[in-house]
Structure formats: structure tokens, C-alpha cells
């Protein structure tokens, strides 16, 4: 067990549905961690809905990190996810080099699209933004679209090679040499997610069966577990089976409710991280 007992969570909450903030706080409390959380964003609710609303706090991320700084706070480790803006990106790139230069581990979760295309309101400056923050990155976890996007390599939905996939790798950790997991890699007709442990220099790859069922939150909750268990001082090979096997166990026990834009419960299976 490390000492990276704390960590900042940097991401949006949702006031109905399990993702993000509400779906992440009850896994760090579980596995140890003191939390401190940033939202990034106030939503209604999860926006598979189709009707929403949004409330943008980047006067308000700018503000708190102010007071922070006067305050001298820093964090040991710091988690970050969704960003509503560009404006946000900003400030928060300015944060965390800043708590990096004090010593903080960073994850960065660059969310921006998915089936090889942009999120519905995410502009293409969102990919510069987002490249602004994985210099800071210990960890970047994105999706294989979100890869394609920072690394400006071809997608293809068909399945890519051994070698695109150790470009893919070793451009997402040539700025500062962190390590990366790319979720949802298409090869040789399967899934995977592939790794880059910069501590050894080693890739990896962990092939899965995909569950035709969609839950909002489950890459929140894969987060969680994977950054949990590095701080607590596991492996990136076993901390990202590990995310994968948990997330895989809740899925198939929520796979008959009707409402599955409410998310995953998480506080009920906590028992099986």
C-alpha cells in the first residue's frame, strides 16, 4: 500500500444516474482513499435521456483553484475525466502542472468521442486542449477513437496491426513517458485493451467478449478501479484485468433492468472490487 492515500476527483455530476462524480466517489472510498472532487460540470441527468441540462462551473473550477493556491493545498493524486470546455481544459492544464511540480500523480481520461467520431458539442479544438493535458499525464486512459484523435493515426473499425498498435502507444506516452491503456481496440475481430507500462517499457494486450448492452458510467467505473489499484501499488497488466473483470461482473448482473441510462448501482457491488 503506497502512500497516495488522497485524491482529487476532476470530473462531472450528475443529479440523476450513476457516472462520473457519483459513480467513482463510492469505489475510491472502498479501496482507501481520502476524496476531494472538482466537478467539472452540474448535469441533470445521465444523456442517454435525450433531454438534458448543463451547467458549465469553469468560473467557478478558476475561482476554487485560486483559493486552493493560497491556501496551499496539493493533492498526492488527481483523477481527471469529463471537461465541459475548452476554457476549463485551460485553467485545469495550469492546475496540474502546477500540482505536478509539487509531486502529484495524474490520470487522464481524455473523453471526447467514441466510434470514431466526436461527442454531439465537442469541437475540434477540444483535441488540442486535451494533448495540452496529457503532458502532465502519469496515466492516460482513452478510448481507441480518443487515441486516433491526439495521435492523428487513421480509424479503422475493422481492426488494426501490431505495429499501429505500438504507434498508437508510444505516441500517447512520448510527451512525459506516462503510461496508457486504449480501451475498445479493434484486432483480429475482437476487443481489447492495450497497455504501455512506461515503468518497464513494456505493451500488453487483453482481449474480451464485448456484452451487446450499453450502461452510462461503466468507463468511470473502469477508471476508478484501474487508477485505485496502481496507487494501491498494483501492476498495470493486473490493475486493468482487474477494472475489466469487475465492470464485466456488474454488467452481467444489471443486465435485465429496465433502465439502464440510470447506470450501474456501484454502492451495491462494491464487494466485488
Known sequence: M????????????AGYGKVALSAMMPIFSNMGFEIFTLPTALVSNTLDYGKFEILDTKDYILNTVNVWEQLGFTFESIALGFIASDEEASILADFCAKQ????????????MGDDGSLYNGISKDAIESR??????????????????????????????????????LRKLSEENNASVIITSVPFNDK?????????????????????????????????????????????????????MEVVKKMIELNIDKADKYRGIPVEQYLELI
Do not use: W
Not at 505536478?100 to 473523453?111: H, L, Y
Open 2 to 13: 503506497n502512500k497516495n492515500k488522497q485524491i482529487l476527483l476532476i470530473n462531472d455530476l
Open 100 to 111: 505536478k511540480e509539487k509531486g502529484s500523480f495524474i490520470f487522464v481520461d481524455p473523453i
Open 191 to 243: 476487443k481489447c485493451c492495450v497497455g504501455f507500462d512506461s515503468k518497464n517499457g513494456t505493451s500488453f494486450r487483453i482481449e474480451y467478449d464485448e456484452i451487446d448492452v450499453r450502461f452510462p458510467g461503466t468507463g468511470d467505473i473502469f477508471s476508478a478501479i484501474l487508477v485505485g489499484d496502481i496507487l494501491n501499488g498494483k501492476s498495470l497488466p493486473y490493475a486493468t484485468s482487474h477494472s
Open 131 to 168: 494533448r495540452k493535458l496529457l503532458k502532465f499525464a502519469d496515466l492516460i486512459k482513452p478510448n481507441y477513437t480518443e487515441a486516433c484523435l491526439l495521435t492523428e493515426m487513421e480509424y479503422k473499425d475493422r481492426g488494426i496491426t501490431n505495429e499501429e498498435e505500438e504507434q498508437l
